[in-house]
């Protein structure tokens, strides 16, 4: 599981299905440009990808966000009433993609994820994952018998490698009708949105990297 392999046919599929109404990240690469190129994309994506989990580095331009704030409702001259998105390349959620099929596909096909792993898979998200740990917790509570919880993750490998890179040395900026901030060190947390919500994998990689 610490490798990933890319090949042409998926990458070009991952583009078929991009999102016309989708937000260019910093690097200004919107969707509806990389669809009309996807046939000439697939190749070299698929190349750089290979060598991205080859090298376990990820490419610095993919490492910076633009955040933006959504109004979420209430009176628009309230800033907490929005709410910040951080936009990150499209390239990246790409790759990311790729790899969390391939995690999730491993893991199921050989029976190593329990009905009890709530994330990323289908009819299940945090709420459901929520509500199955509370009625356990609480019911073992109430019997008298007391709770434990251990958490895994990825260990060593590339996989891990690269994942902790692309958490290392990110930047972002305010990006507010058409003008932006300056760019600012990321001390904490992972780019909302992303497909691999892997808060420890950082920690992990500076203990086992």
Same mark, same amino acid.
């Given at each position: 599981?610490?490798?990933?392999?890319?090949?042409?046919?998926?990458? %070009?599929?991952?583009?078929?299905?991009?999102?016309?109404?989708?937000?260019?990240?910093?690097?200004?690469?919107?969707?509806?440009?990389?669809?009309?190129?996807?046939?000439?994309?697939?190749?070299?994506?698929?190349? *750089?990808?290979?060598?991205?989990?080859?090298?376990?580095?990820?490419?610095?331009?993919?490492?910076?966000?633009?955040?933006?704030?959504?109004?979420?409702?209430?009176?628009?001259?309230?800033?907490?009433?929005?709410?910040?998105?951080?936009? /990150?390349?499209?390239?990246?959620?790409?790759?990311?993609?790729?790899?969390?099929?391939?995690?999730?596909? *491993?893991?199921?096909?050989?029976?190593?994820?329990?009905?009890?792993?709530?994330?990323?898979?289908?009819?299940?998200?945090?709420? /459901?994952?929520? *509500?199955?740990?509370?009625?356990?917790?609480?019911?073992?509570?109430?019997?008298? !018998?007391?709770?434990?919880?251990?958490?895994?993750?990825?260990?060593?490998?590339?996989?891990?490698?690269?994942?902790?890179?692309? %958490?290392?040395?990110?930047?972002?900026?305010?990006?507010?009708?058409?003008?932006?901030?300056?760019?600012?060190?990321?001390?904490?947390?992972?780019?909302?949105?992303?497909?691999?919500?892997?808060?420890?994998?950082?920690?992990? !990689?500076?203990?086992?990297?």
């Amino acid at each position: 599981m610490g490798y990933i392999s890319f090949d042409e046919e998926t990458v %070009l599929q991952k583009l078929r299905k991009l999102r016309d109404d989708k937000a260019a990240g910093a690097d200004e690469l919107v969707p509806r440009f990389l669809n009309l190129i996807k046939q000439e994309l697939a190749c070299p994506l698929t190349m *750089l990808f290979r060598t991205i989990m080859e090298s376990e580095s990820v490419p610095d331009d993919w490492k910076v966000a633009n955040v933006v704030p959504v109004h979420k409702g209430g009176s628009r001259n309230v800033a907490t009433n929005y709410r910040s998105i951080s936009l /990150t390349s499209q390239l990246y959620k790409i790759f990311e993609t790729l790899v969390r099929d391939q995690v999730i596909e *491993l893991l199921e096909s050989n029976q190593l994820i329990k009905d009890s792993q709530h994330g990323f898979r289908k009819g299940s998200s945090c709420l /459901t994952n929520l *509500l199955t740990f509370l009625d356990k917790v609480l019911h073992s509570v109430n019997e008298g !018998y007391p709770v434990d919880v251990v958490f895994l993750n990825l260990a060593k490998g590339k996989l891990l490698s690269v994942t902790g890179d692309w %958490l290392s040395n990110r930047k972002q900026r305010v990006c507010i009708k058409g003008r932006w901030s300056s760019w600012i060190s990321v001390c904490s947390g992972v780019p909302q949105g992303v497909c691999i919500r892997t808060s420890v994998v950082l920690d992990i !990689y500076q203990r086992f990297g």
